[in-house]
């Protein structure tokens, strides 16, 4: 969305091929959104998450995934680790790129941007450049293999070898790659012999605009609130709350009266016992994901903003950029890495 609001200063006109899982917009058409027919959407909806309760409104929550806690919850992973490669967005690309060879025919496109993830957009990117001669421009908010969210990437070794060959055809089919991190990029210029032309950093950032009219979440005046917002393991594969947790487990009782810690978004069973097992329910409250507005209003009403970062040096989450615009004291566990500097 910040691509496509933002390349017209630039003397772009943007086309976006977007999913429709979400649902679709009245004036997708006027705004060149074009959202390719998917049959596999019930498989998308049980295999990956819920969808929100208006998936026409683009702020909506997302929920949890449908298999979460049942016992086909086993085999769904199974799949995604064995058989959806690179991701369970595969489904998406034979359509994708059908749809996406007439959009670049009749609007003459003469530049493709794929965005990740998931990965499998930098798919769809590289086989409508090499089938139309249209270059591409390959942009990774996250790693695929380096420094990977999904932690069987980690550990697999059949699926780093299979992705492996992804990441490299996909490279090998860009004209550039762009990332959001310093140590991503050299990641891209050592391991392919890339140029520094065709691998730059473009780091993440906020926009004020998003900002406006924001007002603060309602809290109590008489406590100190501590706010993280966002997964922990669900999104890094890496990232662990429960050190700080346990931290909190060592304040005494009088202090503990006087803080409040909102955790919001996607928190995985394991680390709501964690919270349970720690005798910490009168001090954390774990909160359901909230829409990007709501977010920011929580931010606003925090005394202090947790950011929790594991070792992967790459992690330079855009939650960190609006914390910084919030203008709150940002309380940082974590080491070294993107997200210090």
Not at 162 to 177: F, K, P, Y
Not at 223 to 231: D, F, I, P, T
Not at 276 to 283: G, Y
Request: glycine share 6%; with cysteine; aromatic share 8%.
């Amino acid at each position: 969305m910040k691509f496509r609001k933002y390349l017209p200063d630039f003397g772009y006109r943007t086309c976006v091929l977007a999913s429709r899982v979400l649902g679709r917009l009245d004036d997708d058409q006027e705004r060149g959104v074009y959202r390719p027919a998917e049959p596999a959407l019930l498989y998308r909806a049980l295999l990956g998450r819920t969808l929100p309760a208006n998936p026409r409104h683009r702020n909506s929550p997302r929920g949890g995934r449908l298999l979460d806690g049942t016992r086909l919850e086993p085999v769904r992973d199974l799949l995604l680790e064995w058989v959806m490669i690179p991701d369970l967005q595969i489904l998406w690309l034979p359509s994708a790129v059908g749809l996406g060879l007439r959009v670049i025919r009749r609007a003459k496109v003469d530049v493709i941007v794929s965005s990740s993830g998931p990965n499998t957009n930098h798919l769809v990117g590289a086989s409508l450049s090499r089938l139309t001669g249209t270059p591409l421009v390959a942009d990774f908010r996250d790693g695929w293999l380096f420094e990977p969210l999904k932690p069987y990437l980690r550990r697999n070794r059949f699926r780093r070898m299979v992705d492996g060959h992804l990441e490299r055809w996909v490279v090998s089919q860009a004209a550039a790659v762009i990332t959001v991190s310093n140590h991503l990029t050299d990641y891209f210029r050592q391991s392919y012999d890339m140029p520094q032309s065709r691998a730059l950093t473009i780091p993440n950032g906020h926009d004020s605009d998003d900002w406006r009219d924001i007002r603060p979440a309602p809290r109590d005046g008489y406590k100190l609130r501590l706010v993280h917002l966002g997964a922990f393991s669900r999104s890094g594969a890496t990232r662990d709350p429960r050190p700080f947790l346990q931290a909190l487990t060592l304040l005494p009782r009088d202090l503990r009266a006087k803080l409040e810690v909102l955790l919001i978004g996607n928190i995985a069973d394991a680390e709501m016992r964690a919270v349970a097992d720690l005798a910490l329910t009168d001090i954390v409250q774990v909160l359901p994901p909230v829409s990007r507005v709501q977010s920011f209003g929580y931010q606003l009403s925090a005394d202090v903003l947790l950011l929790i970062v594991g070792p992967d040096r790459s992690v330079a989450t855009s939650k960190l950029y609006e914390y910084l615009y919030a203008r709150r004291p940002i309380l940082a566990i974590g080491h070294p890495g993107a997200a210090a500097c």
